[in-house]
């Protein structure tokens, strides 16, 4: 079963605006990691929160996570059409850490 | 350094006929997956490698399908008897450690069963 859901499942917004996107999860979790996704292809690691983390920045992007509620979301200012893409959260699976859950994805469409 | 490289990009093949993807991790990264991205969906978790431990086999959808690692470094993932279900993305990862560390993806190899 699905470890991470992310929401919306698609989201389009224009260039310039602010796009917010939330994961969930089940269980207990070590740290949770988002990817990006262009063109099906290969992921690309954006940022990793761990558990103890509420908050983190990375330029333009800012993650933060609720282990209270078992939700993390992405932030990501001032998009640009180049940030067009698929965004992904996943989290190890506790007490099996050699897997990574991957939710299905949010697309995510910026308009210039 | 050079990161996670697969070949082929592409394979198109016949039902009933076997195939191998490759995969050549990162140097020095002990950890390897492989996935499979089926359209429009998530990642479904295949098999993991980490360093001379016997492999997570877990995630193998059918007896097909089969990987090895050899000298820690390259990795074959060999399906069996293609099927049209088979058809998808397969992707590699490699990472220092385990899921605990961040994950190094690899282009995919695209494979389409007609």
């Known amino acids: 079963s699905q470890q991470g859901e992310e929401d919306p499942q698609a989201l389009s917004i224009q260039e310039g605006e602010n796009a917010t996107m939330n994961c969930s999860y089940k269980?207990?979790?070590?740290?949770l990691q988002w990817y990006r996704q262009n063109s099906g292809r290969g992921l690309v690691h954006l940022i990793l929160?761990?558990?103890?983390?509420r908050e983190k920045h990375s330029g333009r992007l800012r993650v933060t996570l609720d282990t209270s509620k078992k939700s993390s979301s992405l932030l990501i200012t001032a998009s640009r059409a180049a940030d067009t893409a698929s965004y992904f959260c996943?989290?190890?699976?506790?007490?099996?850490?050699?897997?990574?859950?991957f939710g299905k994805g949010i697309t995510l469409s910026v308009r210039p | 350094g050079a990161g996670v490289s697969q070949s082929p990009s592409n394979k198109v093949t016949e039902k009933g006929k076997d195939v191998e993807l490759r995969c050549d991790p990162i140097?020095?990264?002990?950890?390897l997956y492989w996935y499979r991205q089926s359209l429009g969906q998530g990642l479904e978790f295949l098999i993991y490698?980490?360093?001379?431990?016997?492999?997570?086999k877990s995630g193998l959808p059918s007896d097909r399908f089969s990987a090895e690692r050899t000298g820690g470094s390259v990795s074959t993932l060999t399906i069996q008897r293609t099927q049209q279900e088979d058809s998808a993305v397969y992707l590699c990862?490699?990472?220092?450690?385990?899921?605990?560390?961040?994950?190094?993806f690899g282009p995919g190899t695209r494979l389409t069963v007609l």
């Open positions: 490698f980490q360093g001379n431990s016997a492999p997570d």
């Open positions: 929160i761990r558990s103890n983390e």
């Open positions: 140097s020095g990264h002990t950890a």
């Open positions: 269980t207990s979790i070590n740290n």
């Open positions: 990862a490699s990472s220092q450690t385990s899921a605990l560390s961040t994950q190094y």
């Open positions: 996943a989290t190890p699976i506790t007490g099996a850490n050699s897997k990574l859950t």
